[in-house]
């Protein structure tokens, strides 16, 4: 059983369109992270969020902890084919502990 | 800068036989880990280290060691490789962070290793 569960594990949509991907659990994290891994390269670190009702924005990429901080989810507005990878949520339990719990994993293909 | 290395990048072995993967950082930083990642599981972290000297168990640490002699390495060792440990390895370094936030967890290119 996943401690993080990631929904869906696979999209695969039209460029231009729009999409969101969760990421749920039923436990508090202290902090939540978002990273993206492309074929062949390990993931690299697309946002961090730490407070409940956090919204961060990164040009296209809209990421949400909730309020609660047992959720988050990433929304990608007008998606092109560069967006297409496999996309980690990861959360650390207790702050500071320096560990972190991932979930599967959604990938995502976005067609020309 | 290199960042993270991890050597090999792809091994084949026989059951039973052993090996150790290297994980070499440049940044300084004082936490380092080894993860193994398997479709559809996410990143599964096997062993940690907060510092040089000292190691940790984390979710799957059965049939692996590990070890933190220097600062900037870190080596995971399969004693008698078994098939279920194919997989892929990833191995990460992240600085402390100021005030207990969670920084950013620099990744290795992985190794793909698989067990006949």
């Known amino acids: 059983t996943q401690l993080l569960e990631q929904s869906p594990q696979f999209l695969s949509i039209q460029e231009g369109e729009n999409l969101t991907v969760y990421c749920n659990s039923s436990?508090?994290?202290?902090?939540l992270q978002w990273y993206r891994q492309e074929p062949g390269e390990g993931p690299v670190l697309l946002v961090t969020?730490?407070?409940?009702?956090e919204v961060k924005k990164l040009k296209r990429l809209t990421f949400q902890f909730g309020d609660a901080r047992k959720d988050s989810s990433l929304h990608i507005t007008a998606a092109q084919p560069g967006d297409t990878g496999l996309y980690l949520c990861?959360?650390?339990?207790?702050?500071?502990?320096?560990?972190?719990?991932f979930g599967q994993g959604t990938r995502l293909t976005i067609n020309p | 800068n290199a960042g993270v290395t991890q050597t090999p990048k792809f091994r084949v072995l026989k059951t039973g036989q052993s090996m150790t993967l290297l994980c070499a950082q440049d940044?300084?930083?004082?936490?380092m880990y080894w993860y193994r990642q398997d479709p559809g599981m996410g990143l599964r972290l096997i062993h940690y280290?907060?510092?040089?000297?000292?190691?940790a168990k984390g979710e799957v640490p059965d049939g692996y060691n590990v070890s933190r002699l220097k600062k900037q390495n870190f080596l995971l060792g399969l004693e008698s490789a078994a098939p279920s440990q194919t997989s892929v390895y990833f191995c990460?370094?992240?600085?402390?962070?100021?005030?207990?936030?969670?920084?950013?967890?620099?990744f290795g290119p992985g190794t793909r290793l698989t067990v006949l």
């Open positions: 990460a370094s992240s600085y402390s962070g100021v005030g207990g936030i969670y920084n950013e967890q620099f």
């Open positions: 940044m300084n930083h004082e936490y």
């Open positions: 990861a959360g650390e339990l207790v702050r500071g502990a320096q560990k972190l719990v």
């Open positions: 436990s508090v994290f202290s902090s």
């Open positions: 969020v730490v407070t409940g009702g």
């Open positions: 280290s907060v510092g040089e000297g000292t190691t």
